[in-house]
Structure formats: structure tokens, C-alpha cells
T-cell receptor
Framework: DAKTTQPPSMDCAEGRAANLPCNHSTISGNEYVYWYRQIHSQGPQYIIHGLKNNETNEMASLIITEDRKSSTLILPHATLRDTAVYYCIVRVRAGNQFYFGTGTSLTVIP | DAGVIQSPRHEVTEMGQEVTLRCKPISGHDYLFWYRQTMMRGLELLIYFNNNVPIDDSGMPEDRFSAKMPNASFSTLKIQPSEPRDSAVYFC?????????????????FGAGSRLTVL
């Protein structure tokens, strides 16, 4: 199973882009990278996922390096409501388990 | 769709009592997961089901914990007897297994959680 490494915490000014890094150097060829976030006291919420190509949706963009050993989640214009813990997960190939690490606690500052 | 529905939202009980947590997954989803979250250990996967069948229960901490899924729309997580160290937020999540690359494939949708306090 590929493990992920994320910084424990980050700050971002409101209105600026938040760039959250994730290392997954042991990722296998067909394992996807998923991002979830958890706002205090709520269940985790899906944000985005990808395999090789960069992905964008209404919430965020996901940039995956060419060697797939790391990725960056980008929130283009962070708001106070984006304050949350962000989890980077590599989906286990066999089965359907998602294992959450410790994540990055993002604080958006007014 | 109302999403994943969990009950109760809060439960306070005394050590030794039986606790039953309930989950209604999103209609049509064929996977159901139970997670536990504590400050010390973060989010832990306890067990998951596929088409109502338990697939992997290796995360269940001990025999005091049991989970069932009698039908596609209902699952329970039972703790008997409960202990103070079981105090945590328990989340249920469901997903639909689609071929990877299909929009929405294998995306987990979580419920709001059940906060358990064992005194």
C-alpha cells in the first residue's frame, strides 16, 4: 500500500491560492490519488481524485507530478469556509479500502 | 438523496452497557464502511461490506465490536460491553463501485457521524 506524507499544518490568506502538497513515493502504477477534507465535527468530504493527468472541478485542482510520486491540491481562492483538515489518500489496489493519514490542517486567515 | 444517515448523533452511556450505532447508506451504493475517529488515532477503518457481505473486518479492535448489514439499506455497529476507551466519533460511509475512470467512481460519501461517550 502506498503511504502518503503531508505537512501537519498550513496557513493561507483569504482570497489567495492554497497549495497543499502530498508525497506518495511508493505509489503503484494504477493507484489513484484521492483528496478529502474534514471540516470540524463533520464527516470527511470528497474533493477530487486523479491518476496521471491534472484534474480540475468546481472545488479544486489536482496537480500530479510526471513520476506520480507527489501531488498538490490547489484551492484557487481560499475562503474562511475552507479551513479544514485535508487528507491525501492513495487507494489500495486490492479491495476498496481508503486509509486516512493524519492530513494537513489548513487555516485560512482573514 | 438525503445522503448517508447515521443515528444516534450523540450517545452517552455507562461502561458495560451495549451500544448500537445505525447507518442507512445512499440508495444504490454497494459498499459500506465503518470508521472510528479519535484524537490519538485519527480515522481508522473498522470494517467494510460489499453487497451486504463483510469483506474485511481486520480493523475491528476486539470481539466486543460487531457489525452487521442485514440488507442493502441498513447496517449496525454494536459494542458489547462498552468501555471508556471506545469513546470516539463513529462514521459510516458508502460508495458505488464503478469502473475506475468513470466519474464518481469509488467516491466515499460519509454520514455526519455518531459521537459516543462511555463513562
Amino acid at each position: 500500500d502506498a503511504k502518503t506524507t503531508q505537512p501537519p499544518s498550513m496557513d493561507c490568506a483569504e482570497g489567495r491560492a492554497a497549495n497543499l502538497p502530498c508525497n506518495h513515493s511508493t505509489i503503484s502504477g494504477n493507484e489513484y490519488v484521492y483528496w478529502y477534507r474534514q471540516i470540524h465535527s463533520q464527516g470527511p468530504q470528497y474533493i477530487i481524485h486523479g491518476l496521471k493527468n491534472n484534474e480540475t472541478n468546481e472545488m479544486a485542482s489536482l496537480i500530479i507530478t510526471e513520476d506520480r510520486k507527489s501531488s498538490t491540491l490547489i484551492l484557487p481562492h481560499a475562503t474562511l469556509r475552507d479551513t479544514a483538515v485535508y487528507y491525501c489518500i492513495v487507494r489500495v489496489r486490492a479491495g476498496n479500502q481508503f486509509y486516512f493519514g493524519t492530513g494537513t490542517s489548513l487555516t485560512v486567515i482573514p | 438523496d438525503a445522503g448517508v444517515i447515521q443515528s444516534p448523533r450523540h450517545e452517552v452511556t455507562e461502561m458495560g452497557q451495549e451500544v448500537t450505532l445505525r447507518c442507512k447508506p445512499i440508495s444504490g451504493h454497494d459498499y459500506l464502511f465503518w470508521y472510528r475517529q479519535t484524537m490519538m488515532r485519527g480515522l481508522e477503518l473498522l470494517i467494510y461490506f460489499n453487497n451486504n457481505v463483510p469483506i474485511d473486518d481486520s480493523g475491528m479492535p476486539e470481539d466486543r465490536f460487531s457489525a452487521k448489514m442485514p440488507n442493502a439499506s441498513f447496517s449496525t455497529l454494536k459494542i458489547q460491553p462498552s468501555e471508556p476507551r471506545d469513546s470516539a466519533v463513529y462514521f459510516c460511509a458508502s460508495s458505488l463501485s464503478l469502473r475506475q475512470g468513470t466519474p464518481g467512481a469509488n467516491v466515499l460519501t460519509f454520514g455526519a457521524g455518531s459521537r459516543l461517550t462511555v463513562l
